[in-house]
């Protein structure tokens, strides 16, 4: 099913501190996730679920992510000439991914403003939104379901994700109440970072959202919230309680790479699913965990 119509834009102007010094030069974006830079992941599944235009929000370090994304003929041809198809295949993979666009975000202002970034280039039409720390396995569909959700209603959809009690306070908790469909919840609201006790829900926003034009006249006169910056949370609140907000429920697997252990889980785990690589790390991980 292609989307054509539908771009898709991926925030990429975060400062990635928690990985200094790793993104001192290079925006955390681009931190390798196994081969491939996390960002080249995020544009795959925009590409697979029919999307082939993708803006990328860049902050400072940006020329990396723009150079990841162009062809580099002097490499290619090197490749080809010593015969080396399965590389250059991987390197072509990039560049062929889809029309990508690039705008500048200038100070990290919040993905309220780095959304806000994107309207020159969206217009006034539906448009996905995906986050580069989390990864979705391309086993398991999520974007396919959103676009179909939001086609069928019109609405802003979200991606929610049940997540332990305890760590709800380390995302977006949504207030839900049921649909006809098992997979799809209405939102009723979004409380960020709650404590466990004023947690609405269990359920996690996730990194994917599906929003409507009308998100634009929200951000440009939401108020800075948390941290002086403009929160999407803050914007998908008022849609929640005005025009209408659904959940996606996405029970696939995720991985996470904002934070430095879980970014280690992240590719180990991708690592031992991967032909090439894991019949020879899976024998050797589990050597090593008997040592521990």
């Known amino acids: 099913m292609g989307h054509n119509h539908i771009k898709a834009v991926i925030p990429a102007a975060g400062l990635g501190t928690r990985f200094l010094p790793a993104t001192k030069a290079m925006p955390k974006e681009m931190l390798p996730v196994v081969d491939k830079p996390a960002i080249q992941y995020v544009a795959e599944e925009a590409s697979a679920a029919g999307i082939n235009d993708i803006l990328i929000i860049l902050g400072r370090n940006k020329t990396n992510i723009s150079n990841h994304f162009d062809s580099v003929p002097e490499l290619e041809s090197n490749l080809s000439d010593r015969g080396d198809l399965e590389r250059l295949r991987r390197v072509q993979a990039a560049s062929d991914l889809a029309d990508i666009h690039f705008v500048r975000q200038g100070e990290p202002r919040g993905l309220g403003h780095a959304v806000l970034r994107a309207r020159g280039h969206v217009g006034d039409?539906?448009?996905?939104?995906?986050?580069?720390?989390?990864?979705?396995?391309?086993?398991?569909?999520?974007?396919?379901?959103?676009?179909?959700?939001?086609?069928?209603?019109?609405?802003?959809?979200?991606?929610?994700?049940?997540v332990d009690p305890d760590h709800i306070h380390m995302y977006g908790a949504a207030a839900v109440e049921p649909t006809d469909n098992p997979e799809v919840v209405k939102v009723t609201g979004l409380v960020e970072k709650p404590s466990k006790e004023d947690a609405p829900s269990n359920y996690a926003v996730i990194g994917r959202y599906v929003l409507t034009?009308?998100?634009?006249?929200?951000?440009?006169?939401?108020?800075?919230?948390?941290?002086?910056?403009?929160?999407?949370t803050d914007a998908l609140q008022e849609l929640a309680t005005t025009a209408g907000v659904?959940?996606?429920?996405?029970?696939?697997?995720?991985?996470?790479?904002?934070?430095?252990?879980?970014?280690?889980?992240?590719i180990v785990q991708l690592a031992v699913d991967r032909d090439d690589i894991g019949p020879e790390l899976r024998p050797w991980l589990q050597e090593f965990a008997a040592t521990l």
């Open 213 to 232: 034009p009308d998100v634009f006249g929200i951000l440009e006169h939401t108020e800075p919230g948390r941290g002086g910056e403009i929160q999407l």
């Open 246 to 266: 659904h959940g996606v429920i996405f029970r696939g697997r995720r991985y996470d790479t904002g934070d430095r252990v879980d970014y280690i889980k992240a």
């Open 125 to 162: 039409a539906t448009f996905a939104v995906l986050l580069g720390d989390d990864l979705i396995d391309e086993r398991d569909p999520l974007l396919t379901t959103m676009l179909a959700e939001n086609e069928r209603t019109g609405l802003t959809v979200v991606a929610l994700m049940e």
